[in-house]
């Protein structure tokens, strides 16, 4: 599988931005997938991930609940991040993922193909 993610860019803090992340090869359509972002100097941060399925379940990081929403789009194996009221600290490269199964995650473990990261920068 490879994962393709774009959007990322320059704002201002309130303003919005959505991210994609373009599934190529083997498809993900039966896998959970998820965003990460790591920013300088720090880890890896769980962003949200989202399940396979009718209903297609998402979970949230704590510091993006309410802000951001993750969505797919199974036929197009598309995943989605849109990303409201940024703020400052929201500042990192972004990571879309697909998961070695179906069931949601927020472990980076559980996760087998990654994107090469966009970068998102928000300004005060």
């Known amino acids: 599988v490879q994962l393709q993610a774009s959007g990322g860019g320059s704002v201002q803090a309130g303003d919005s931005l959505r991210l994609s992340c373009a599934s190529s090869g083997r498809s993900s359509r039966n896998k959970a997938m998820g965003w990460f972002r790591q920013a300088p100097g720090k880890e890896r941060e769980f962003v949200a991930g989202i399940g396979w399925g009718g209903e297609s379940i998402a979970i949230y990081g704590d510091s993006v609940k309410g802000r951001f929403t993750i969505s797919r789009d199974i036929r197009k194996d598309m995943l989605y991040l849109q990303m409201n009221s940024l703020k400052p600290e929201d500042t990192a490269v972004y990571y879309c993922?697909?998961?070695?199964?179906?069931?949601?995650?927020?472990?980076?473990?559980?996760?087998?193909?990654w994107g090469q990261g966009t970068q998102v920068t928000v300004s005060s």
């Open positions: 993922a697909s998961a070695r199964g179906s069931g949601l995650t927020r472990d980076e473990t559980q996760f087998q193909f």
